[in-house]
């Protein structure tokens, strides 16, 4: 039962242009989403967040949408560089009452950026 | 000066022996976390821990288990390994809740390969 779903497992922009890649969610107590860029052989970098109460999130060329009702988020990055090809995984969280919170994944979206 | 650090890297073993992956951080955090990413490239917590409590997701096998020798280091022994314990296992920490209460960082993963 996949509670994080990315129903995209590629996708290839051209250098400059935006690059979206989406992310759909099943349950609808998760507070907090978030972003992670893999490259091979690496582990998962954080890229991004939003909290449920906000709908947008802006970090230089990185921007999250959050839509509460259609349980989706999606990731934009403008301009788009080569340097952004790599894996985008979504992550959600829900407060579990206590002090940690753990991430449920995505699948993932490997992301190529032509030159 | 990496962060989060795992050794080993790879790991080739047979089945029915016992492992250890180490895993250590230098950010001072309060929880660590060992994640597991199977062939279908699904990032699934295992454990998460602090010097409070740990956390473990009950579809983990209990041949695993953590050790935390101290704060900053969380260790996953291995018992009995199984062909289908093979997978990347990624580590990772988090400071307790803050502004950005699940920003999580990883170390780069050691691949475990059982024959």
């Known amino acids: 039962d996949q509670q994080v779903k990315q129903n995209s497992p590629s996708l290839s922009v051209q250098e400059g242009r935006i690059s979206i890649l989406n992310c759909d969610y099943t349950?609808?107590?998760?507070?907090?989403f978030l972003w992670y860029k893999k490259y091979p052989a690496e582990g998962p970098t954080f890229l991004i967040s939003?909290?449920?109460?906000?709908d947008k999130n802006e970090d230089g060329r990185f921007t999250v949408f959050l839509n509460k009702s259609a349980k989706h988020l999606s990731l934009h990055i403008v301009p788009s560089q080569p340097g952004d090809s790599a894996v985008y995984f979504c992550?959600?969280?829900?407060?579990?009452?206590?002090?940690?919170?753990?991430?449920?994944f995505g699948k993932g979206t490997k992301l190529s950026v032509k030159p | 000066d990496t962060a989060v650090s795992q050794t080993p890297k790879y790991l080739v073993t047979q089945m029915g022996n016992d492992k250890s992956i180490k895993c250590e951080q230098n950010?001072?955090?309060?929880?660590m976390y060992w994640y597991k990413q199977d062939s279908k490239k699904f990032l699934k917590i295992m454990f998460s821990?602090?010097?409070?409590?740990?956390?473990i997701n009950e579809t983990v096998p209990n041949r695993f288990s953590p050790k935390s020798p101290d704060k900053a280091h969380l260790n996953l022994h291995i018992n009995s390994l199984e062909l289908g314990d093979s997978a990347v296992y990624f580590c990772?920490?988090?400071?307790?809740?803050?502004?950005?209460?699940?920003?999580?960082?990883f170390g780069p993963g050691t691949r475990l390969t059982v024959t």
């Open positions: 990772a920490s988090s400071q307790d809740p803050g502004d950005r209460p699940y920003e999580q960082y």
């Open positions: 349950n609808s107590m998760f507070d907090y």
């Open positions: 939003i909290s449920s109460i906000k």
């Open positions: 992550a959600a969280s829900v407060d579990l009452g206590g002090s940690q919170g753990n991430l449920i």
């Open positions: 950010l001072g955090h309060d929880t």
């Open positions: 821990y602090n010097n409070k409590e740990l956390i």
